[in-house]
């Protein structure tokens, strides 16, 4: 095999790949969302988002390779693509390729022909590795499918960085709470405040060790003297005279002030005056305690420039995934539009090789329309703001089966709901996501010829409210049960029935976001029973508003 060639910056790509902590992590379902995309946009069995590590190609997110976590650097095609300037390193054809052509992954029975790979950079440039397609045959991108995996990665890195700048600031946020308790507890044992004593002449007649390693003096060069002498007559009238009366007068005063110590330099201190009395309780002077929190608010404005920092990476995020949901949605509403106009137009005067190729394309369209739909669905999880309220749930239950009538029309199914349904304690918005899916799942997944009826019931159970979507579908077995949950797990082919594989395992995700969870009844031709765990309502329930 030809040696893998190595990055000219490859010490420098290793500490910056190793220093975001993405090797041998957990799985992260928006990593395998976007592999999900780019196999459904360039039509290939396996996506990969690969690490390139030292001697190993690790991958972040797999589709289609599920049994591999990682292979040898020295057999990876993606060690290549780091190292090339072009956007995308395509290999339409392994075999005659003299890079890969004795590769094990190209030699194998079913072995790799076809790679396409597009580098994920950080901000310095260094690709830390690709989003990459596979498949066991020769073929080529299109110049749209190129443009597409270009983006992907591109939003891949953007994501790679928003999840290591979030780790980050957690890990900043504990080390700035460990620094404050350390210095509390030093500043308590070791005395580290300035202290003084001023008598009622204002003179110096007290101050500690931390007082005069500041001022860079020694105690008989304060002690005796007027409060003036030390930080000038002007600072005294203007500052200083006035707080120390308000002390004599019995008032705490406590203020912030940044000096300019001789020692010290700039400091910020927190500068508290006390009445001090003598054993018949009358006021003979003023102490003066300095905290320096000069640290503190260093660190605190280093955290606010960091949140901020997040605050517009998050902005930035959300705008670069509505343009790439943009860009791709756009063009199969295209396909969509004008593969339906021919089939309209033209349909019957079409070849039926022609007409059966027509209605491929078309179906593919909707397919990557319903992707593109879930893949939102899945965006709203990350970015919305849980905001729990208490819910009626006969009013979010009926205004879900109006979203849904042209469903229920078209499969000719019923949807009956029981009365009085329990109000419960959650976000109406996703909630209402839930419903959708599993009234929708009850009103497709049912045998030919049947019927579809789906029934929506609930109870209340010892402060929690048990929701239940029970359907006379096809049911599913035993074994496949817990799997279903799972993104993008199917146990039916698309001829079949329609769908993503997304559903069930949004509404997974939106139970746990509620503290409850979803569990499932179900045997073979005999429907499915959906039950939805949530919070009980403690105060009377307001019912869902509908979106303007």
Not at 24 to 41: E, G, V
Not at 290 to 300: P, S
Not at 483 to 505: C, K, N, P, V
């Amino acid at each position: 095999m030809m040696p893998v060639p190595l990055p000219d910056n490859e010490a420098r790509r290793l500490q910056a790949l190793r220093s975001l902590h993405l090797l041998d992590s957990a799985p992260r379902a928006s990593f395998d969302t976007i592999t999900a995309l780019a196999a459904s946009l360039c039509q290939t069995p396996i996506a990969l988002i690969t690490l390139i590590d030292s001697d190993r190609q690790w991958f972040l997110s797999r589709q289609g390779m599920e049994d591999l976590e990682q292979t040898s650097r020295s057999e990876a095609f993606c060690a290549h693509a780091i190292c090339m300037s072009d956007p995308v390193m395509e290999v339409r054809n392994a075999t005659t390729d003299h890079r890969f052509a004795d590769n094990p992954f190209v030699t194998a029975p079913a072995g790799v022909r076809f790679y396409a790979g597009a580098p994920i950079r950080d901000h310095d440039g260094m690709a830390l590795g690709t989003l990459c397609v596979v498949d066991r045959r020769e073929r080529q991108l299109d110049d749209a499918q190129r443009l597409a995996l270009r983006q992907l990665a591109d939003l891949a890195t953007h994501l790679i960085v928003l999840e290591h700048d979030h780790l980050e600031l957690q890990r900043r946020r504990t080390e700035d709470a460990s620094r404050q308790h350390e210095l509390m507890v030093a500043a308590s044992a070791a005395g580290l405040d300035l202290k003084s004593f001023v008598d009622a002449d204002y003179v110096y007649r007290y101050v500690n060790r931390t007082y005069l390693d500041y001022w860079g003096q020694q105690a008989s060069e304060i002690v005796g003297k007027r409060v003036a002498t030390l930080v000038g007559e002007d600072s005294f009238q203007q500052i200083v005279k006035a707080r120390i009366d308000r002390a004599m007068a019995g008032e705490t005063v406590s203020y912030e002030a940044v000096i300019n110590f001789p020692v010290k330099g700039l400091r910020h201190l927190e500068i508290h005056y006390l009445p001090a009395r003598n054993d018949q309780g009358k006021i003979v002077g003023t102490v003066v305690r300095g905290h320096d929190v000069t640290v503190l608010k260093q660190r605190e404005e280093q955290l606010h420039a960091t949140v901020a920092l997040l605050e517009r990476k998050g902005l930035e995020q959300q705008r670069f995934i509505h343009i790439i949901s943009h860009d791709l949605k756009e063009p199969v509403n295209t396909i969509n539009n004008f593969s339906g106009l021919l089939v309209q137009d033209f349909g019957e005067g079409l070849p039926p090789v022609a007409r059966r190729y027509l209605d491929f394309v078309h179906a593919g369209g909707r397919r990557m329309n319903v992707l593109l739909d879930d893949l939102t669905d899945l965006l709203v999880l990350d970015k919305h703001m849980l905001s729990p309220k208490p819910t009626d749930l006969n009013a979010l239950a009926q205004q879900t089966v109006q979203d849904l009538q042209a469903a229920i029309e078209r499969s000719g199914g019923q949807v009956d709901m029981a009365e009085d349904l329990p109000a419960v304690t959650g976000d109406p918005t996703l909630l209402r996501i839930v419903l959708q899916n599993l009234i929708a799942n009850g009103l497709k997944f049912v045998a030919p010829g049947e019927t579809p009826r789906v029934q929506i019931s609930g109870q209340r159970d010892n402060g929690w409210v048990r929701l239940s979507v029970q359907d006379n579908g096809i049911g599913i077995p035993a074994d496949k049960q817990a799997a279903i949950f799972d993104m993008f797990q199917r146990l039916h082919s698309r001829r079949e029935y329609e769908g993503t594989g997304l559903g069930l395992s949004i509404c997974r995700r939106i139970m746990e976001l509620h503290g409850g969870h979803i569990d499932l009844r179900s045997q073979p031709g005999r429907g499915s029973s959906f039950t939805l765990h949530l919070p009980a309502a403690v105060h009377p329930a307001q019912p869902p508003q509908e979106p303007t």
